[in-house]
């Protein structure tokens, strides 16, 4: 996933300015099918800490493709859950838009990025209720 960074234009009010762009490393995919069981698992693996199966870019980008999976017809997926998976992949790039510098993005190894436990947790009780 990659990013363009914008600021304000010092030079013209209410426009911004391009500053430079970010791309994320690759990093591995998780071979699980799309459904909400499998949410929960990645969800429940991610809350293991160091032990879990999966770093947070994983899930995040796995995350995504749970959310894009609901627009197949033919393999529908309950939008509800498909919104927690939207919302973890989202809360993701803010995290990263949020946490790093342009600079910082561009040489961070994403695999080492950690999101807050408690956000997995309830993300999980969105999905357990």
């Known amino acids: 996933m990659s990013s363009d960074n914008f600021q304000p234009d010092p030079k013209r009010p209410g426009r911004n ?6 791309t994320e490393t690759n990093c591995g995919v998780i071979d699980l099918p799309l459904t909400k069981e ?5 969800l429940r693996g ?3 800490g160091e032990k879990s199966p999966y770093t947070h870019q994983e899930i995040a980008w796995w995350a995504d493709n749970f959310h ?3 627009f197949d ?3 529908p997926i309950d939008p509800a859950v498909a919104d927690v ?4 992949h989202m809360q993701w790039q803010m995290n990263l838009d949020n946490s790093y510098s342009l600079e910082e993005l561009q040489s961070l ?3 080492k990025v950690q999101l807050p436990a408690e956000w997995f947790s309830k993300w999980l009780e969105q999905l357990e209720s």
């Open 68 to 70: 894009m999976a609901q």
């Open 46 to 48: 991610a809350l293991e």
């Open 17 to 22: 300015q391009y500053v430079g762009s970010w």
């Open 109 to 111: 190894d994403f695999s």
């Open 85 to 88: 998976a939207f919302d973890l």
């Open 38 to 42: 499998s949410l929960i698992q990645v």
């Open 73 to 75: 017809f033919e393999n």
